[in-house]
């Protein structure tokens, strides 16, 4: 019989495990990393505020001029507001990493009631829950202000909407958890949410020009929205500004029959959980019958011949690292759907700046300096993804400047690719301009990429970070080598502008051209020395970057 | 060829106030398998990780194979094999991708590398998981995959940081098999492992590091004799725990565990 003389009570094992996360916090904190880390989700967390306490007025607002204009039902309409945030956000953020951590308490005498309201806790502290609470308590404020009659009522519906998303948020949760416990679906639905996000950006313009074809489409929708939750909690609040006893009760009693179907759903996945059962299980990959395979070149011909082998094994490396990096590979979408969206918003048909469009002189090569500050930032941590195989490129024989050849060669090609891609998007949709902006803009790209790759490499040995592979959630860059970034372009862009302006002063249209080829040639000379004194600089500083990169 | 494979003088590595290995010579003659043992944080890993060029000594000197390695890093990488601690592979890779990408960073031609990569994988019984990535690998195939990539190039030293550890018994065998017969052909092979069996079963010659020195250094029979043991059945982990545990700071003190007994 183990020693143990009495069980421990719920309230305690709770405790146990707020002290336990607090514990893991404070001890994180002694590294240097990490207390970067915690600065930058203070930094983070301000802005996060200042956006929750705005819309909290804003939640506040919209409930008492609802009341007093008497359009009670259109309180509706807020709740369906929280009701998609809370759903949605935890759903696209939380989901890219299966969380484990959770289920490692199970191996604790815990109780299953304990559990449950553990599993319920961790959803409260989630920012989307965090934020819709506030924005609730600003909402039932709002409505009491505009008529102080319905203050228990719009408590009542408050308290039963939050126990209702509460539990739906973590029950979603639980669901997914087997769906992305897989790599692949995890990198699918990630594609899926990148489209989402790409798309949003286009719903402003869209409504501009087919917002009056929407509307009643959208208002025909809405009789079938009526049985869902925050359309019954909007009623409720509604019945009980009018009086209506009996519409509140049906309301509330519809609100709570989805609360009770979601907390006994949830408490059979939890208990199922309890008894053992790994909601992240999936089918082992199946094995292949043991065939020789026939080699698919054994003549030993090398296909990139112009390459140092060891180059063009990292070139290869690296191109399967952006194929299967969901993350990375994905954003590759985004340049040309960002000449797409900037050349709706401001060229053409909708002007927006001075009443008329931007011409093609000034998009052309405003566009292509924002597109290589976009693609260029993953070249200032280019380790990022390599894990403990950074052991690899010291314990084999080969200087480090092959490493940063065969890195750099992907990134000029995508870039080419890319920014080839956008060229022509941007012919297509606003047009080019003229020949001597469009060459010194080409000129002026090649410096700028060149140019940068030196400082890139530099700060990839210097401030590495560890990302983790196709994953979005807590990716974050180290905070120098994004200042640096950041500092780089906008110096480059300075310069690139003066360049630009002194063509004009000068009335000298080719001068811009000619200073940028003589700064590219200046670039890629400067590039390849570099590589000697980088792989010196790698060499010193392998320690730390190994260190790094295999915690 | 010559007859000392792996020579340190003097190695020694700070970590700030810390000295984790303090003047160790070592010598490991050519084709030996050479066992480097000592309790957890005694300096192995710091060791292995200098003489594979992981790390940089602070001070002292390491030659491989008559090749001084602060001056010839690269000539000195090309003759030897790593399994590093942690393994060093790249995880979005599947195995014969990684296979391929190390033959090449070794210099070896395309046919070879996939002729022999297409060998190892089979020997190693991971080819029936041709897409599979190493991310997905258990612990045990991922080691298989790491000592597959560290022998691709023929090395003629092999540095093996716990190669056994998680690996199954039947896959274990002929790993050990297949690092006997490279010693038959003169390969040299250094490991290290906290399981003593293993090493007393594979090893002709051990090393000792103890608080970042080395404390013994020989053939079985020679520490044997270290320590006065006139027995040859005297085990290797009597030989460890003699000269390990003598100044008695390792001893547990069972008697404050008494509740647990």
Not at chain 2, 131 to 156: C, E, F, N
Request: aromatic content about 10%.
């Amino acid at each position: 019989m183990a020693d143990v003389e009495h069980k421990t009570a719920l309230t305690e094992q709770i405790y146990l495990v707020m002290r336990l996360r607090w514990r893991i916090l404070r001890n994180g904190l002694r590294q240097k990393s990490k207390r970067l880390d915690l600065l930058g989700l203070i930094i983070s967390g301000t802005f996060a505020t200042i956006l929750v306490l705005g819309l909290c007025f804003a939640f506040y607002e919209g409930a008492r001029a609802f009341l007093l204009n008497d359009r009670p039902g259109w309180v509706a309409l807020l709740f369906w507001g929280i009701f998609v945030f809370w759903q949605g956000f935890p759903f696209f953020t939380a989901g890219f990493a299966a969380n484990f951590e959770f289920r490692s308490l199970l191996r604790f005498p815990l109780k299953l009631s304990a559990l449950y309201i553990i599993g319920l806790s961790y959803g409260l502290a989630d920012f989307s829950a965090i934020a819709s609470i506030c924005w609730l308590i600003a909402m039932v404020a709002g409505a009491a202000s505009a008529n102080p009659v319905v203050l228990p009522s719009m408590i009542f519906v408050a308290l039963l909407f939050l126990w209702m998303n509460l539990t739906m948020e973590r029950l979603i949760g639980s669901w997914l958890e087997r769906l992305l416990a897989r790599r692949r679906s995890r990198e699918i639905f990630f594609a899926v949410f990148i489209l989402c996000m790409v798309s949003l950006q286009f719903i402003g313009p869209a409504l501009q020009r087919y917002g009056v074809v929407l509307r009643p489409i959208v208002q025909r929708i809405q009789p079938y929205l009526s049985p869902l939750p925050p359309s019954l909690a909007g009623h409720a609040v509604a019945a009980a500004v009018q009086g209506h006893l009996n519409g509140v009760f049906l309301s509330m009693t519809g609100l709570g029959v989805y609360t009770l179907v979601f907390n006994g759903l949830l408490w059979l996945r939890f208990s199922a959980q309890y008894r053992g059962e790994e909601m992240n299980e999936t089918a082992a990959p199946k094995a292949t019958p043991l065939l020789r395979r026939k080699s698919a070149n054994r003549s030993g011909h090398e296909t990139w011949q112009l390459l140092p082998p060891a180059v063009a094994a990292i070139l290869r490396k690296e191109i399967s690292y952006l194929t299967r990096n969901g993350f990375s590979f994905f954003t590759l979408l985004m340049p040309p759907l960002l000449v797409i969206l900037f050349s709706i918003q401001f060229t053409g048909t909708h002007p927006t700046i001075g009443g008329r469009g931007i011409s093609a002189e000034t998009f052309f090569p405003a566009m292509m300096a924002y597109l290589t500050l976009v693609l260029m930032s993953p070249a200032y941590n280019s380790f990022a993804f390599e894990g403990r195989g950074i052991q690899t490129y010291f314990t084999a024989p080969l200087r480090f400047q092959d490493v940063f050849l065969g890195k750099n060669l992907l990134i000029i090609v995508v870039l080419t690719l890319e920014l080839g891609l956008c060229i022509i998007v941007v012919a297509y949709r606003v047009g080019l301009p003229s020949p001597p902006r469009f060459f010194a803009t080409l000129a002026a790209m090649t410096f700028a990429i060149v140019g940068q790759l030196v400082i890139a490499n530099w700060s990839s040995i210097s401030f590495p970070r560890k990302l983790a592979f196709g994953q979005m959630r807590g990716q974050r860059q180290s905070g120098m080598a994004a200042l640096l970034a950041f500092g780089i372009q906008i110096l480059l862009a300075g310069m690139s502008t003066l360049i630009f302006l002194m063509g004009r002063w000068t009335r000298n249209d080719w001068l811009p051209t000619e200073i940028f080829v003589v700064l590219a040639a200046a670039a890629i000379g400067g590039y390849f020395a570099s590589l000697e004194a980088l792989t010196a600089f790698a060499e010193k500083k392998k320690e730390i970057l190994i260190e790094t990169l295999c915690r | 060829m010559p007859e000392t494979a792996i020579i340190t003088e003097n190695l020694t590595r700070r970590f700030g106030d810390l000295t984790a290995v303090d003047g160790v010579d070592l010598r490991v003659a050519a084709g030996q398998f050479f066992g480097f043992l000592g309790p957890n944080g005694a300096g192995k890993s710091t060791t292995i990780k200098m003489l594979t060029g992981l790390l940089v000594p602070t001070s002292g000197r390491i030659e491989l194979l008559g090749i001084d390695f602060a001056a010839n890093p690269i000539d000195a990488k090309r003759q030897i094999g790593v399994v590093p601690e942690g393994m060093g592979l790249f995880e979005r890779l599947t195995g014969t991708e990684y296979l391929h990408f190390v033959g090449r960073m070794y210099g070896l031609d395309r046919a070879t590398t996939e002729h022999r990569s297409e060998e190892l994988l089979e020997f190693m019984q991971l080819a029936d998981r041709p897409k599979t990535m190493i991310a997905d690998y258990s612990h045990g195939m991922q080691k298989k995959l790491a000592l597959a990539a560290a022998v691709i190039h023929g090395p003629r030293i092999l540095f093996l940081d716990e190669p056994f550890e998680g690996v199954d018994a039947l896959a274990a065998g002929a790993l050990k098999a297949l690092l006997a017969r490279m010693t038959e052909r003169g390969v040299t092979i250094f490991l290290t492992s906290h399981v003593l069996e293993i090493v007393e079963r594979l090893c002709s010659h051990v090393a000792i590091i103890h608080k970042g020195r080395l404390v013994a250094q020989g053939s079985l029979e020679e520490l044997r004799a270290g320590i006065g043991a006139e027995s040859s059945k005297t085990t290797l982990e009597q030989i460890f725990l003699s000269i390990v545990g003598q100044d008695g700071a390792e001893q547990p003190q069972l008697e404050e565990l008494s509740w647990l007994m």
